[in-house]
């Protein structure tokens, strides 16, 4: 009887062959789900009841649905696995494979999209669809995926920007936002447009915005209304100006390095997830966004329309003004105007 202490190395290496051998056949005889899936990592700072963040749920279940079995879709919200805004080097790093992505996020990368961060440049929701599902967006994104190594798979509608502040004031132009304390995203580019708009604008997480408002530390934020509602801001906040300033977009986006990991088949069953989610968010977003001013009226909240005649022309002229729009490529502004 051979003493299983003393097997030679060549019989050692014949068995780890045979066992090597014996997993790849029961891989391929065992049903998908108990193989290795792609594991499609996504990182969200939106909180689970915003349509973005239920919308990843329609693109897990189109997922599984579409490609039983073959891919592992990790939902991480309210920025739980990145911090909002360092989603894109995270993809870079190969640490993430998803998320959506902001236009404010793709100008520190790609100066000229911060065209679509400006006040009052794309009029409403339906033409933020054509710009980005047409030539313009097919050219920028392009340069997006050559410089950010990220792909874009569909236009998110995020909703239309309003003023949002702790204690009611008559809000009819800028000048009346003097000394407001406005929190913005933490970006350059968010931090012209609270500047453009009158108010001092201060940087702040998303997820500190709540504490912020409820503290008093800042004095207002901008934020679409469904995102008001989801987040609960109308809890510690008095009035919504709805001035209207930024008909705002996310892009569903994968990193190009897991996009190309994928089979040509794989690749299509994604984009069609990633547009059946958008179209998800779209819809009831939308249809949210037109229901809201009455919730919050029922909920105490004064709800006022300022002179937005007053707030386009002073938003406008201070990008015109600054060296900013000389990052916009000549006859861009013109070509968006122009999508009808
Ligand atoms: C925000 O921080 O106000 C913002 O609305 C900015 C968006 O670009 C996006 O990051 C969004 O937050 C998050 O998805 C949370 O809703």
């Known amino acids: 009887m051979q003493n299983p202490q003393s097997v030679s190395s060549g019989a050692l290496r014949r ?12 891989a391929h005889s065992l049903p998908a789900t108990a193989q290795s899936k792609i594991v499609l990592r996504i990182s969200s700072p939106a909180v689970p009841d915003d349509w973005h963040a239920k919308m990843w749920t329609v693109f897990k279940e189109h997922l599984d649905k579409s490609a039983p079995g073959e891919f592992d879709v990790q939902i991480n919200l309210n920025a739980s696995l990145f911090k909002q805004g360092a989603e894109p080097a995270a993809m870079a790093r190969g640490n993430l494979e998803l998320t959506t992505v902001s236009a404010a996020d793709i100008a520190k990368i790609v100066p000229e999209f911060s065209i679509f961060t400006a006040g009052y440049v794309v009029r409403d929701p339906s033409q933020q ?15 997006v995926s050559e410089k950010m190594d990220i792909s874009a798979l569909s236009t998110c509608y995020l909703g239309t920007r309003q003023l949002n502040l702790r204690e009611v004031r008559n809000v009819r132009t800028p000048a009346d936002l003097k000394g407001i304390k406005l929190r ?56 919504i100006v709805l001035t209207s300033h ?95």
Request: hydrophobic fraction near 45%.
């Open 15 to 26: 068995r780890s062959l045979m066992a090597a051998g014996a997993a790849t056949l029961l």
């Open 184 to 239: 913005m995203p933490g970006s350059k580019d968010w931090l012209f447009l609270g500047e453009a708009l009158g108010a001092t604008a201060t940087p702040l997480a998303f997820g500190e915005v709540y504490m912020g408002l409820k503290s008093g530390t800042i004095d207002a934020q901008d934020n679409p209304l469904p995102t008001v509602k989801a987040a609960k801001f109308y809890e510690v906040t008095k009035q």
């Open 129 to 143: 669809q054509k710009i980005f599902n047409g030539a313009i967006g097919a050219e920028l994104f392009r340069t």
């Open 246 to 340: 930024l008909v705002d977009g996310l892009f569903i986006a994968i990193s190009n390095k897991a996009m190309q990991a994928l089979s040509p088949a794989q690749r299509s069953k994604l984009q069609a997830a990633a547009q059946a989610a958008a179209a998800y968010n779209n819809e009831n977003r939308l249809k949210e966004e037109a229901q809201l001013v009455e919730f919050f009226k029922k909920e105490g909240l004064q709800v006022s329309t300022p002179d937005l005649d007053a707030f386009h022309k002073t938003v406008q002229s201070a990008y015109q003004n600054a060296d900013y729009a000389k990052t916009w490529p000549a006859g861009l502004l013109e070509r968006i105007n122009a999508v009808r």
